[in-house]
């Protein structure tokens, strides 16, 4: 056997905040469920030479094929959680929490004379109110705590409650305070069964009209001076917050709803599907998918409900969503006709929903982050995608080193060149180059002078060096000190990947010609419709939208544009005309003039709105959208 789990995850992919793991058998049979405060804590253990485990630790894992979770904001989420996954899956491995028994309830005894509220593991009270189910004990406690502080119903037990009622002496919680049922007799049976409606009907919706009623007579009382009253209502309504913001996992117990939270870059998107039933996540579905190029976070969402639903029978009432698509009217349509009966489709803005939209969002995050880790670090992947890049691009041999240009700029100015190395497929972050470019009449005229100048460097003969081996300085022939050792810019790609279509590689073709270097491949990319160009085709290189060749070349274009972007800021930070291009009115001659007024950037920085008023051409107005814009950057 091996000491190894072959699905054990990847160093670092797994979140270390709370949440509910799941292992699976080869038949996506759930094995077992389990809650963690720190997931890549807890998981750990499990993933332990095998050796070292407990016999049935060992068996589970051995069991199972697969992992995976789901993050929660808090742990007392993953607790309930935990639960209702165990009473949906009722994993074959798990012991503790198998039946009703390992999760406590509140109950309101609501067919006593005179209800109470209790903890309890039984379910089959007669006419009782049930609430939770809570992951501890002592959650139930702290929250009729709370809650008898605001709606003070009896808590005492029938035995006791009998003996007072018989003799006229207050129970012994009524003696302190605890309870507040008629055997204290401070209220009567009518008007403890209207304080026992009012704490039903909070629990069983959070009703916010108490905390609005409070806060009315606790103000009311402190307009009056009665501030003994006043201090009654505050602890009163602080009770009830407390109680309305213990879980953002779960909705109001009528509502059913699924929940759509999305996590996207250009190339992939990763959705997690959480199923609300009875105010309650009852399963979560994710899905990992290729995006088409330029879609909106609107178009993304009308396919995603319509992958989940094309053949759904279990369409709920209400569906929260991100964003709502542009054709979210007949969207809705669509799915009444697979319901039967009206659909909802809302974005979650705020309160319960939006906290859970947060939490479906953040595991879609994570699935994101996971899915583009595997495949940046699965060598298989990796391996595949330069053969399918070979196969192609009709190379000889597969681009181990590919080096990719973009060029950036503002409306024709500031125009930037970055470079981009991957080698066997992943990034040498060490190895990227940036290039300033000062005269330029278009793109591909950019395009051939970058190139130009990165393909001098091949030809140049590399000094005679030696390598400090103390100080990793590299020291010339003639013993001068000439820095820490570099990355060997002289090394040469296999092939040269540029942003853009036929113009932009006929440039960079023109280029390696020029520069006697024709044996370096050269292809674009098209960001409009992902087309492959090679020099001198008339037609591009169409890949497969699934190809690990085209993904690795969206890799590069895009970390190539991202690279550009970065120093283009930069650039543009200390120069000053397109900083005050920015400002709306100010033009190029107004520009000119700022500058011969003010001598210096530094001066015109400093300058107040008045003496920018002074410039010819410049109103109040407009002196002090400059002074508001120099003074943010």
């Known amino acids: 056997m091996a000491d190894v789990l072959p699905y054990k995850p990847r160093a670092g992919e797994i979140p270390t905040d709370p949440g509910v793991y799941r292992f699976r058998d080869a038949e996506g049979r759930v094995l077992y469920v389990g809650k963690a405060k720190n997931l890549r804590q807890r998981l750990s253990n499990y993933f332990a030479p095998l050796r070292t485990l407990h016999e049935r630790t060992r068996r589970m894992v051995t069991t199972a094929s697969s992992v995976e979770w789901t993050v929660v904001p808090t742990d007392v989420d993953s607790l309930q959680l935990e639960y209702m996954w165990i009473k949906e899956f009722d994993p074959p491995f798990n012991v503790r929490y198998k039946d009703d028994k390992s999760y406590p309830f509140m109950a309101v005894t609501l067919a006593d004379e005179a209800p109470r509220v209790i903890v309890t593991r039984n379910r089959k009270i007669p006419g009782a109110r049930y609430f939770g189910p809570y992951p501890k004990v002592w959650a139930v406690h702290e929250t009729i ?70 806060t009315k007579r606790m103000l009311s009382a402190s307009a009056a001076m009665d501030y003994e009253a006043a201090a009654k209502y505050r602890d009163k309504l602080a009770a009830i917050e407390a109680v309305l913001g213990k879980s953002a996992l779960v909705l109001p117990s009528d509502e059913d709803a699924d929940l759509f939270g999305i996590a996207e870059d250009e190339l992939s998107a990763a959705v997690q599907h959480f199923v609300i039933r009875k105010g309650r996540v009852r399963g979560v579905r994710a899905m990992t998918i290729e995006k088409e190029i330029d879609i909106s976070r609107g178009e993304l969402v009308d396919q995603v409900l319509q992958r989940a639903y094309g053949e759904a029978q279990d369409v709920p009432r209400r569906i929260l969503v991100p964003t709502l698509p542009d054709d979210a009217v007949e969207l809705e349509e669509w799915l009444r006709t697979r319901r039967g009966r009206k659909v909802e489709l809302a974005v979650a803005q705020r309160g ?248 210096s950037v530094t001066a015109l920085r400093a300058a107040p709105p008045g003496a920018i008023e002074e410039v010819q051409g410049i109103g109040p107005v407009l002196a002090q959208s400059i002074h508001t814009h120099l003074s943010t950057r």
């Open 145 to 214: 705590d709370l809650m008898v502080k605001a709606f003070p119903i009896r808590t005492c037990s029938d035995a006791s409650y009998k003996r007072a009622m018989q003799t006229g002496r207050p129970c012994f919680p009524g003696q302190i305070g605890k309870c507040g049922g008629p055997c204290s007799m401070t209220v009567t049976i009518e008007e403890h069964r209207a304080m026992v409606d009012d704490f039903v009907a909070f629990m069983a919706g959070g009703d916010e009209r108490f905390t609005r009623e409070l």
């Open 352 to 599: 319960q929903r939006a906290d859970l939209m947060r939490t479906a969002t953040l595991n879609a995050q994570q699935a994101l982050i996971r899915h583009k880790t595997r495949r940046t670090s699965d060598y298989i992947a990796r391996t595949q995608a330069l053969t399918d890049l070979q196969d192609a691009l009709g190379m000889t041999e597969a681009p181990l080193r590919i080096e990719c240009f973009d060029i950036s700029h503002l409306s024709g100015t500031n125009v930037v060149a970055s470079m981009v190395v991957f080698e066997d497929g992943l990034p040498r972050k060490d190895q990227y180059r940036s290039f300033g470019i000062a005269e330029t009449t278009d793109d591909t005229d950019s395009m051939y002078q970058v190139l130009r100048r990165r393909l001098a460097y091949l030809d140049r003969p590399e000094p005679i060096v030696t390598i400090d081996p103390t100080s990793d300085e590299v020291v010339g022939e003639d013993g001068e000190a000439l820095g820490k050792r570099k990355p060997r810019f002289a090394y040469p790609p296999q092939l040269l990947l540029v942003d853009g279509g036929k113009p932009q590689v006929e440039a960079a073709a023109r280029a390696l010609r020029d520069a006697n270097h024709t044996e370096i491949a050269v292809c674009g990319i098209a960001k409009r419709l992902e087309e492959v160009w090679l020099p001198g085709e008339d037609f591009p290189v169409i890949l497969p939208r699934t190809s690990e060749a085209l993904y690795l070349l969206q890799r590069l274009r895009d970390e190539a544009h991202r690279f550009a972007i970065v120093h283009q800021r930069k650039k543009r930070k200390n120069d000053i005309t397109s900083v005050l291009a920015e400002v709306p009115g100010l033009g190029a001659a107004r520009i000119k003039l700022l500058l011969k007024h003010f001598g």
